[in-house]
């Protein structure tokens, strides 16, 4: 089975730089993921990061580090629109099946 | 040309009735899921399919059944609903099973057992 953990809340200011950590403890691993959901909708694609290292799109970095059960989710130029949950999620090797965390509650501030 | 499309949106219900909830998808992906998110946001797959073959099935009561017609839709039907069946059901679909692939979300369907 899958074990993640992030924070369930987070603020920060309009502008900033923010990072939200996951760790994970897993039977299997075979990638990672970042959703993010805003309140009433549906989840969206972010990042997905396979092997060790730094993947960058945009305002949008994600980190992973394998022997740690390690990630985070790093978001640059804060920007109002950016509130919303980012939710972790861990690909399990055996069935293809995806375990999402719990979800971080972003507030962007002005 | 919506990607992943649910019916209906919002269903309100009384505790002990059966309904469905149908989701298509066009994006010609071989693999659909259904997930429920509970009150707290938890996220959590109920069932998965491939060109419409079960290949998850979590703990999940067996009040709940999915059908699968073929690959582009994947239904869910729910028997004698109860009042934790309270929650929002997504649908969503990916290209394959394996690797990195996306999963594509439907908009959701909000349903409220009274």
């Known amino acids: 089975g899958q074990n993640i953990d992030q924070p369930t809340e987070m603020t920060a200011t309009e502008g900033a730089i923010v990072q939200i950590n996951c760790t994970y403890q897993?039977?299997?691993?075979?990638?990672l993921f970042w959703y993010q959901q805003h309140a009433g909708e549906a989840p969206t694609f972010l990042s997905y990061n396979v092997l060790d290292g730094l993947e960058e799109k945009g305002r949008f970095s994600s980190f992973l580090s394998r022997s740690k059960g390690y990630s985070y989710l790093l978001l640059k130029e804060l920007q109002m629109k950016d509130s919303a949950s980012y939710l972790c999620a861990v690909r399990d090797p055996g069935y293809q099946k995806v375990t999402f965390g719990i979800g971080t509650k972003l507030q962007v501030i002005p | 040309d919506t990607a992943v499309s649910q019916t209906p949106k919002y269903l309100v219900t009384q505790m002990g009735n059966d309904k469905s909830i149908k989701c298509e998808q066009n994006l010609g992906h071989d693999t659909m899921y259904w997930y429920k998110q509970d009150s707290k946001k938890f996220l959590k797959i109920m069932f998965s399919y491939n060109n419409k073959e079960l290949i998850i099935n979590e703990t999940v009561p067996n009040r709940f059944s999915p059908k699968s017609p073929d690959k582009a839709h994947l239904n869910l039907h729910i028997n004698s609903l109860e009042l934790g069946d309270s929650a929002v059901y997504f649908c969503?679909?990916?290209?394959?099973?394996?690797?990195?692939?996306?999963?594509?979300f439907g908009p959701g369907t909000r349903l409220l057992v009274l």
């Open positions: 969503a679909s990916s290209l394959r099973t394996s690797g990195g692939e996306t999963q594509y």
């Open positions: 897993t039977s299997g691993f075979n990638g």
